[in-house]
């Protein structure tokens, strides 16, 4: 069974005006987004600003308010917020933010900080509360006598390791990483992703990583779902997404990314031009009329494209030949 | 001037350039010995992560520091000027004419109460003797110039109607205005989409092939650097301490600090799970080192004799340089391990 399925989900938020100050018209910041994640397994959330992934996240852990669709956790669904309170759902779901200056309270030291989610759903008596504190800090590399500290004392790349222990404080079955590295430095950026990685194989937490930067999420994620426009165009494995995409805007946002293969970098700026130029010729075929994506099509095992239904029917055909 | 007398003009020069910070009363260098050159036609990155002095590096060449907090020594030489002495209406002159420069957030470099085209149209009043009607013309071909897909629409919008891509496209027309022979462009791209990023690089550069200028390019994302720079000068603790051209640096780095940063990269191809860590932390302004070789710290396996007193400049040949000795010793960690 998939630990989290999110089916349909729908984020509107709508926009008001007129007379009355009536509601005119809906931002669809998420827009029927399907997909499902695995125990112990980092699935990524890719797309550009705007795309609605962060949206996505919040509306997972409950920050932004469903419109419609439905999420289910183990088989209980959890899409109100009545519904999480007769399972664990908030304990089982914790989240690292981006920015770690403003997601950590500055006038609070380390351990409170920490012990804050042991203090909401685990009855410890201070001694045992501290001892886990400690444990915490040591997971991810932080020295005892950071205990004591305040936020502004410690580096963008402590802080964000600070913001991990405080989300794997309760034994989470799910944490979702809304850009955790995107505001570090290269070599602190290897540092917080080798300690999540650390904590997955430890505690076997499944990650929603939600980025906009293709290589780093090519090395964390095991599935990856491409997000535009409030939707989902692509989704699949690391392989079928970085050796085999297929769609249109996969491949547009794959060939922007700039390489360190100095040797090749002209045919990388010719390649990247001609997707470019492709793009703008072809873009309106991979939307319709009202600019929203095809429903998704099963091209190979797990491997889920929105494509246009010309093409689509290619591959139904083969479906029902098998 | 004939191709190629133009082609190996040195525009800017900057000799023993060192720039202090007043804190508590006592100065800290922020930047020491920078050495460098950049030539006509020529994109010249500089690369380093956040604290190594890569935008002080170029606010001390705009002049853009508060001059009471800050101390300044040696040189800056731009077309025969020494740029740390002249006074602050001839640096006037030239910030804008001779010299643009494109800042990392166009949000906040750009006056929100202002439409576009006064904006690009106050570069001009300040340095040429256009009339008004040259002037909206030039601002139209400009916005043309940057890909505006529509630019008489554009030049009457404000910033805040208009995206972030099509934002740094009028802070890059406003950098070019005047046809400056040399642009600083600090993190341009940083706070844009990596499909916008492409646009603006690929513009950046076609800016360059058609005004035969010169660009430094600040970045911290060696990806940027690999597709758009011809030189490459690595920065770190305030110190150059690797330059040369890209294919040098990327297929044969020398220092311990570029390697490192290179094998920190999230590759392609590998599988392993594991990213290579570099230990320890950038020194803060306080506690950098006053001798020796800043970044043996963060080597600690590498012995200590390997490292120079006062690191220097190590000519390599073909331009490849490298700062302090220990270049010739290092390996990483693993190695010595296995």
Redesign the interface.
């Known amino acids: 069974m998939s630990l989290i399925k999110v089916k349909n989900l729908k984020v509107h938020f709508p926009i008001r005006g007129g007379f009355f100050n009536g509601v005119v018209d809906n931002v669809r910041a998420v827009d029927g987004v399907s997909f499902e994640i695995q125990p112990g397994e980092t699935f990524g959330l890719v797309g550009e600003s705007g795309s609605g992934k962060s949206t996505t996240g919040r509306a997972i852990i409950g920050l932004e308010k469903v419109t419609s669709g439905e999420i289910t956790f183990e088989g209980h669904d959890v899409t109100s917020h009545k519904d999480r309170k007769e399972i664990d759902y908030d304990q089982d779901v914790q989240m690292i933010f981006q920015d770690s200056f403003s997601s950590l309270n500055p006038r609070k030291r380390i351990e409170s900080i920490i012990a804050e989610p042991l203090k909401n759903f685990e009855n410890l008596t201070p001694e045992q509360e501290k001892i886990k504190v400690l444990q915490l800090m040591k997971i991810v590399g932080l020295s005892p006598d950071a205990l004591y500290k305040y936020p502004h004392q410690f580096s963008g790349g402590q802080r964000q390791r600070i913001g991990i222990a405080r989300a794997v404080a309760t034994n989470p079955k799910l944490v979702i990483a809304d850009e955790p590295v995107s505001a570090l430095d290269l070599s602190v950026q290897a540092q917080v992703l080798n300690f999540m990685k650390k904590i997955q194989r430890n505690m076997g937490v499944s990650y929603l990583f939600i980025s906009h930067d293709l290589g780093v999420v090519r090395h964390m994620c095991d599935r990856i779902a491409i997000m535009n426009r409030g939707q989902i165009v692509e989704i699949g494995s690391r392989e079928d997404i970085y050796k085999h995409p297929k769609h249109l805007y996969t491949q547009r946002l794959l060939a922007a990314i700039p390489s360190t293969r100095v040797a090749d970098r002209d045919k990388d700026r010719e390649r990247r031009q001609k997707i470019e130029k492709e793009y703008k010729e072809k873009q309106k075929d991979y939307y319709d009329k009202e600019g929203r994506a095809y429903p998704l099509v099963e091209v190979s095992k797990g491997h889920l494209v929105a494509l246009p239904p010309k093409e689509a029917l290619k591959y139904k055909d083969i479906k029902e030949e098998n | 001037m004939t191709e190629s007398a133009t082609k190996h003009e040195t525009i800017l020069t900057v000799k023993d350039l060192t720039t202090s910070f007043k804190i508590n009363n006592k100065f800290y260098k922020a930047i020491s010995d920078i050495d460098m050159k950049i030539k006509r036609d020529e994109i010249l990155a500089i690369v380093g ?2 604290g190594c002095g890569k935008s002080t590096l170029v606010n001390s060449i705009m002049g853009l520091q508060d001059p009471s907090e800050t101390k300044i020594t040696g040189e800056i030489d731009f077309e025969g000027q020494d740029l740390t002495k002249i006074s602050e209406a001839d640096y006037n002159k030239i910030r804008g004419a001779k010299i643009g420069m494109i800042f990392q957030d166009p949000l906040s470099a750009l006056n929100p109460l202002k439409r576009i085209e006064d904006q690009i149209e106050e570069v001009l009043i300040c340095h040429t003797d256009m009339s008004k009607q040259e002037r909206r013309a030039r601002v139209l071909e400009l916005l043309d110039q940057v890909g505006i897909v529509d630019p008489k629409r554009t030049a009457h919008q404000f910033p805040h109607q208009l995206s ?1 891509g099509m934002r740094q496209r009028i802070v890059i027309a406003i950098a070019i205005a005047c046809k400056p022979d040399f642009i600083i462009a600090d993190e341009p791209t940083t706070a844009l ?3 916008i ?3 603006i ?2 513009l950046l550069k076609d800016i360059q092939k058609e005004n035969h200028s010169s660009i430094i390019l600040i970045t ?5 650097v ?3 720079a011809d030189y490459v000068h690595v920065m770190y603790a305030g110190k150059i301490v690797e330059k040369g051209n ?2 040098q640096v ?2 044969n780095p020398q220092h311990p600090y570029t390697r ?3 094998k ?5 191809d590998s599988e392993s ?6 230990e320890g ?1 950038v020194p803060s302004l306080q506690n950098m080192p006053a001798t020796g070789d800043a970044f043996a710290p963060r080597i600690p396996w590498i012995l200590a004799s390997d490292h120079e007193e006062n690191p220097s400049m190590h000519k390599l040949g073909h331009g490849h340089e490298v700062r302090c000795t220990c270049y010739q010793d290092f390996y990483f960690k693993e190695e010595s391990d296995a």
Do not use: C
């Open positions: 992560e956040s972030g989409d990596v499909t990023q492409a646009q690089l690929d911290h994302d060696l990806g940027v690999a597709e758009t890209v294919d990327f297929n490192s940063l290179l920190s990269i999230p590759q392609v799970d594991e990213l290579y860590v570099i932390s």
